[in-house]
């Protein structure tokens, strides 16, 4: 009985609405939550490069075809291109890992979801810095950082570390959540 009080005290102590303990996401005790989560991630993150890409060709393509209407005075919005992709993608990181569902389009298509480390939902300074950290990580260490995730058993990459996120599968997360309301 006093052991199941620490672990209800631990579950509300943590202020999750989900009842997740602080030590929630094991990979010993539930390695089901990270089956195939790099394999996912990968797909996912190509999947999220067309949804990122479209718009920013659709919006090259109108800039080249006004500034042919425009007899080449159009072609100075081309400037603009660089940092309005940079702002799309931050936003779209943003607002997706910080939304309901804590996943980007590619990662709600692959049934992959992020949480804190003590397994909140992301928000969105957290979703934009994620995708912030990716980038800048993966520009300054190269490729390379993404091995980190085959030698951990929560599979998390460089960024999500220094962040303290966790990418799940997220079809056994009701399963996983239901045995922690048991306890």
Same mark, same amino acid.
């Given at each position: 009985? %006093?052991?199941?009080?620490?672990?209800? #005290?631990?579950?509300?102590?943590?202020?999750?609405?989900?009842?997740?303990? &602080?030590? #929630?996401?094991?990979?010993?005790?539930?390695?089901?939550?990270?089956?195939?989560?790099?394999?996912?991630?990968?797909?996912?993150? =190509?999947?999220? =490069?067309?949804?990122?890409?479209?718009?920013?060709?659709?919006?090259?393509?109108?800039? #080249?075809?006004?500034?042919?209407?425009?007899?080449?005075?159009?072609? #100075?919005?081309?400037? !603009?291109?660089?940092?309005? &992709?940079?702002?799309? %993608?931050?936003?779209?990181?943003? %607002? &997706?890992?910080?939304?309901?569902?804590? %996943?980007?389009?590619?990662?709600?298509?692959?049934?992959?979801?992020?949480?804190?480390?003590?397994?909140?939902?992301?928000?969105?300074? !957290?979703?934009?810095?994620?995708?912030?950290?990716?980038?800048?990580?993966?520009?300054?260490?190269?490729?390379?950082?993404?091995?980190?995730?085959?030698?951990?058993?929560?599979?998390?990459?460089?960024?999500?570390?220094?962040?303290?996120?966790?990418?799940?599968?997220?079809?056994?997360?009701?399963?996983?959540?239901?045995?922690?309301? &048991?306890?």
């Amino acid at each position: 009985m %006093a052991d199941e009080d620490f672990n209800n #005290a631990n579950t509300t102590r943590s202020g999750n609405s989900a009842g997740f303990r &602080s030590d #929630a996401f094991d990979p010993w005790m539930q390695p089901e939550l990270f089956r195939g989560v790099l394999t996912r991630r990968f797909f996912a993150f =190509l999947i999220d =490069l067309v949804v990122l890409s479209t718009p920013v060709i659709l919006g090259v393509i109108f800039i #080249a075809v006004f500034g042919v209407v425009t007899l080449g005075l159009g072609w #100075a919005l081309f400037w !603009l291109v660089s940092p309005a &992709s940079v702002i799309w %993608a931050i936003v779209y990181y943003g %607002a &997706s890992l910080g939304g309901p569902h804590s %996943a980007t389009v590619g990662m709600r298509v692959m049934d992959l979801e992020m949480r804190t480390w003590s397994g909140e939902p992301g928000y969105f300074v !957290l979703g934009a810095m994620h995708a912030v950290l990716f980038w800048v990580t993966l520009s300054i260490f190269t490729p390379l950082i993404l091995l980190t995730g085959l030698f951990n058993g929560r599979r998390r990459l460089l960024h999500d570390m220094l962040l303290g996120t966790v990418i799940i599968n997220n079809s056994v997360l009701a399963s996983v959540a239901q045995s922690y309301r &048991s306890y």
